[in-house]
């Protein structure tokens, strides 16, 4: 039952939200807005979206180098690129694919894989944690219960780093081991090699804006867009449907033209033209890398993943586009 619940729950979310939007901003606006795009909007969002695919696998790339196994760039391309098709359709089944075709090629144990991974997912969060922290002492205006969100994050986070810093005998358990060698050292290495997939988020959703005619000054984008990226992770919607729009709308509706239902229109419409984009793009690469001989080993390890890792459900953390 309980599981059954965590399932529906971010559908109902992601519903629920995109009906108040759409009792406040016309769904026909939206619709309309859609067809207005700048024209040089589809090639600049492609190149963005082939940015973040090549700096997300960047980041992969060395953080499993450091932490489980050395792996070829192209490997690594090939891998991710794959599971971004497999993420679509149920994410743990996803993140679960690198796991076991890295053990079934490398000879790694699949509880240090989990554990890497676990600290690539993490160290993405805690990117956006502390650009969004950034934003929040220059941004125009920032709901209060984002305020308590990051506040909420910070004090998880010095938890945790106090735990890396101390470890305690109670955490020394294979699953922890990964987490507790890399220490605050290899964290912060981590986070630095993630950098670049943010910044290319960033420009991916800063080009959408203005190819909608809603011109956000460079420096509110670079104060918010974290902020909007924190909350679209989080797992209580679908793909971030619902949650990304509503955040978008109250940044940045107010610098698109017209009142503030024809501005959210414009907002809503750049932010699910580009969603759409992106997901059209990586679905596309994922059915090229699927039939590689790496796409072929990693769809060998889905069989083998998927019936343990589909008990868990699709409510997991979202990835961004």
């Known amino acids: 039952m309980r599981k059954s619940l965590l399932r529906v729950l ?38 963005c979206v082939t940015a973040i695919y090549l700096a997300d696998s960047f980041a992969i ?63 993405n969060v805690l ?18 219960a984002v305020k308590i969100l990051v506040a909420v994050a910070w004090g998880g986070l010095t938890v945790y780093a106090a735990l890396i810093a101390l470890r305690p005998r109670w955490l020394d358990r294979p699953v922890f081991e990964v987490l507790l060698n890399a220490g605050l050292a290899g964290h912060a290495r981590a986070l630095v090699v993630r950098l670049p997939h943010i910044a290319a988020l960033i420009a991916f959703q800063y080009c959408a804006l203005r190819a909608f005619d809603v011109r956000v000054p460079l420096v509110d984008a670079l104060a918010t867009l974290p902020v909007v990226f924190l909350v679209s992770v989080l797992p209580i919607s679908v793909q971030g449907l619902g949650t990304t729009q509503a955040t978008m709308v109250f940044f940045f509706a107010q610098y698109a033209p017209g009142d503030a239902a024809k501005g959210g229109a414009a907002v809503i419409a750049a932010s699910l033209v580009a969603q759409a984009i992106a997901f059209s793009t990586q679905a596309l690469l994922g059915v090229a890398c699927l039939k ?27 990835q961004s586009p």
């Open 10 to 47: 971010p559908w109902v979310v992601t519903a629920g939200l995109l009906f108040l939007l759409f009792r406040r901003i016309s769904f026909a606006e939206v619709v309309a807005d859609t067809r207005r795009a700048a024209g040089w909007m589809l090639p600049v969002t492609f190149l």
């Open 61 to 123: 790339w060395k953080t499993f180098g450091w932490f489980l196994t050395r792996m070829s760039f192209k490997d690594v391309l090939l891998v991710r690129g794959a599971t971004y098709l497999l993420a679509a359709i149920n994410y743990n089944v996803g993140q679960g694919a690198i796991v076991y075709f890295v053990h079934r090629t490398a000879g790694t144990t699949i509880v240090r894989g989990i554990a890497t991974t676990l600290l690539v997912l993490g160290t």
């Open 127 to 144: 990117a956006l944690l502390f650009l969004a922290t950034a934003g929040l002492g220059i941004a125009p205006a920032v709901p209060s």
């Open 292 to 318: 590689s001989r790496v796409g072929r080993a990693l769809q060998a390890s889905t069989l083998q993943a998927a019936p343990e890792l589909s008990q868990s459900g699709q409510g997991s953390p979202v």
